[in-house]
T-cell receptor, first 115, second 116 residues
Framework: DADVTQTPRNRITKTGKRIMLECSQT?????MYWYRQDPGLGLRLIYY???????NKGEISDGYSVSRQAQAKFSLSLESAIPNQTALYFC??????????????FGEGSRLTVL | AQTVTQSQPEMSVQEAETVTLSCTYD???????LFWYKQPPSRQMILVIR??????QNATENRFSVNFQKAAKSFSLKISDSQLGDAAMYFC?????????????FGTGTRLTIIP
């Protein structure tokens, strides 16, 4: 099984619908992230959480919210989806502290299409 | 804010040849980490190689190596003996070195095509 699991893998929805993307991890990392990938724009950070009680906005948080339900679970919500939120979404985790390079470990991505 | 620039949206290379992907970054920090990630058609993001800024020696991982030029703020990826399985999007990424700043900033990517 994957260390970082995202559900759903693919989703098609309509404008105005509420969508939740879920992420769970078995790596035991405290730090979790949501990134969005768009062609030609690379990956951009939406939200990140350094522990269950610490949640921070990234560079493109407008229109999104998150919930850190447990150390292993971090979900991303689109309260009212719009077409320009069509993208590939990645959840990731990282280790931290002395000796840790802080590289990200990614889930397999959730492709969201908003019609 | 730190920025990462990949100026080659697309590259192609003949199978078994060598190709170099470019990456430059902008930072005022002296302690940081640099990464190359590969995204094949399966869309999984896979770490290829990482470089600590305090290390002068260039990192290598089998056929993958980097040319890290700290003064020039350049971090290129060299793929030797290219194979069909190397076809993918490649992303360069940067993060500051001090603890509490494990957010990675990514470039826009380079799509590498391998010609049989």
């Amino acid at each position: 099984d994957a260390d970082v699991t995202q559900t759903p893998r693919n989703r098609i929805t309509k404008t105005g619908k509420r969508i939740m993307l879920e992420c769970s991890q078995t790596k035991g990392h405290d730090r979790m992230y949501w990134y969005r990938q768009d062609p030609g724009l690379g990956l951009r950070l939406i939200y990140y959480s350094f522990d269950v009680k610490d949640i921070n906005k990234g560079e493109i948080s407008d229109g999104y919210s998150v919930s850190r339900q447990a150390q292993a679970k971090f979900s991303l919500s689109l309260e009212s989806a719009i077409p320009n939120q069509t993208a590939l979404y990645f959840c990731a985790t990282s280790d931290y502290g002395p000796g840790a390079a802080g590289e990200l470990f990614f889930g397999e991505g959730s492709r969201l299409t908003v019609l | 804010a730190q920025t990462v620039t990949q100026s080659q949206p697309e590259m192609s290379v003949q199978e078994a040849e060598t190709v170099t992907l470019s990456c430059t970054y902008d930072t005022s920090e002296s302690d940081y980490y640099l990464f190359w990630y590969k995204q094949p058609p399966s869309r999984q993001m896979i770490l290829v190689i990482r470089q600590e800024a305090y290390k002068q020696q260039n990192a290598t991982e089998n056929r993958f190596s980097v040319n890290f030029q700290k003064a020039a703020k350049s971090f290129s990826l060299k793929i030797s003996d290219s194979q069909l399985g190397d076809a993918a999007m490649y992303f360069c990424a940067y993060r500051r070195g001090n603890f509490g700043n494990e957010k990675l900033t990514f470039g826009t990517g380079t799509r590498l095509t391998i010609i049989p």
